[in-house]
């Protein structure tokens, strides 16, 4: 066998094991947000503190985001994400401490919901920079979508395997992810890679350096910023316990089904991504996939049959699966290896601010307007921003290929 073959073999196993490391990993931390979401609801019935949930997860990813950018261009970024996968396992184990105790309360949930949140700041960054040293760079569009279809059986199989576990108790459901990410985090202690060590100094102008990257490259600000709003408004998650008790009338079981169904959707559209990948008039279609998640969201919003809104929510998941392959692999082709760390993290900001954030926005206008007025009005929200975008960000609108135009 040449060294050529040998390099890439070798690259490859570094690359599978990642990627089952992500898989149990996901897997585990989905299955955690049904059992905590399902918690809290029970102990507070309240669509205000499942708002409160994402908005406790997003502040602490908030402030430490850009430093988690510098740790990810200076340190093993697989050894960061088995770190964070250590973070949630100890959480899982005071859950299931509290529960097996009966101390299980509200404000401990909110606890629990900001080491959450700090473990994400570094997973995040670290994960998304890792994964372009594995592959060569005409197979990354090709390898963002494999991980991404991974993620989407983690996301399918984690939140109903979580619901079918809930039925048993809590604790059930909290050992088995302590398990999975202590799994988890020994896969990723496992990856080897050309890992270079930087040495930057922890100064503002190197903290700071991803964000005039971003805000320099249109490209990149546009496709960055798209998600923030898009998933801000349009985003129903945090809603799903509602819909599931109170408009569906299902149980845990009918939770953990809907929490899949975007996933569903994703697998497919990942799978066909892999197949057929996007070469030709990827801005165009970024935006037409934003505008169809609102579409598709204003749909589930306004439905009361189970098989219908399942529907919606993996339509709404495929469009998202487009949107995430298109701007993930975008922005690592237009950022040097470098960089990749800090840029990663200003990625990782817009993502969670679009999913923690957007939490806690749906909760606090269904406390105002209903369940279904909050999830109707981020849908059509959805939809003018893609219109909006389309405007703002012609660069983005009018890139066609997905090819680097870093100079070499």
Not at 273 to 280: A, S, Y
Not at 291 to 315: D, E, M
Not at 343 to 364: D, R, Y
Request: proline share 3%; charged share 10%.
């Amino acid at each position: 066998m040449s060294k050529s073959s040998t390099r890439r073999l070798f690259t490859q196993r570094q690359f599978m094991r990642f990627w089952f490391a992500r898989l149990t990993g996901v897997s585990a931390n989905q299955m955690l947000m049904v059992a905590v979401a399902w918690q809290m609801y029970d102990i507070t019935s309240s669509a205000w503190d499942l708002g409160l949930v994402g908005l406790f997860q997003f502040v602490p990813a908030l402030v430490l985001m850009l430093p988690a950018g510098h740790a990810a261009d200076r340190f093993h970024r697989g050894r960061i994400f088995a770190t964070c996968m250590g973070i949630q396992a100890l959480a899982a184990v005071v859950l299931i401490l509290a529960t097996q105790f009966h101390f299980a309360s509200r404000e401990l949930i909110l606890g629990i919901s900001i080491l959450l949140g700090v473990a994400r700041a570094f997973q995040m960054p670290a994960q998304q920079a890792l994964t372009p040293q594995l592959v060569p760079q005409n197979m990354l569009q090709s390898a963002v979508a494999l991980s991404s279809s991974g993620m989407q059986v983690a996301i399918i199989g984690g939140p109903a395997i979580g619901g079918l576990l809930y039925t048993t108790g809590a604790t059930t459901v909290y050992v088995t992810c302590a398990v999975l990410l202590l799994v988890a985090a020994m896969l990723a202690l496992l990856v080897r890679y050309q890992h270079q060590e930087a040495h930057l100094a922890a100064t503002w102008q190197t903290v700071l350096a991803g964000f005039a990257f971003v805000w320099q490259r249109k490209v990149l600000l546009g496709a960055t910023s798209l998600d923030l709003f898009a998933v801000l408004l349009g985003g129903a998650t945090a809603l799903l316990p509602i819909y599931a008790r109170d408009i569906l009338h299902t149980g845990p079981i009918g939770l953990g089904v809907l929490r899949s169904a975007p996933a569903v959707g994703a697998l497919v559209m990942s799978l066909a991504i892999m197949r057929w990948p996007l070469n030709r008039h990827v801005g165009h279609r970024l935006l037409a996939a934003v505008a169809v998640f609102g579409v598709a969201t204003v749909v589930f919003g306004l439905s009361r049959n189970f098989g219908l809104s399942l529907v919606a929510l993996a339509i709404s998941g495929a469009a998202d699966s487009i949107s995430v392959v298109t701007r993930s692999t975008l922005v690592q082709l237009e950022t040097p290896n470098n960089m990749r760390g800090r840029v990663s993290a200003v990625n990782s900001m817009f993502i969670g601010a679009s999913n923690q954030l957007g939490e806690f926005e749906s909760g606090a206008t269904a406390a105002l307007f209903g369940a279904v007025g909050s999830v109707v009005l981020g849908g059509v929200g959805t939809v003018l921003i893609a219109g909006t975008w389309f405007r703002l960000f012609p660069a983005l609108a009018k890139r066609d290929r997905m090819e680097s135009t870093i100079p070499v």
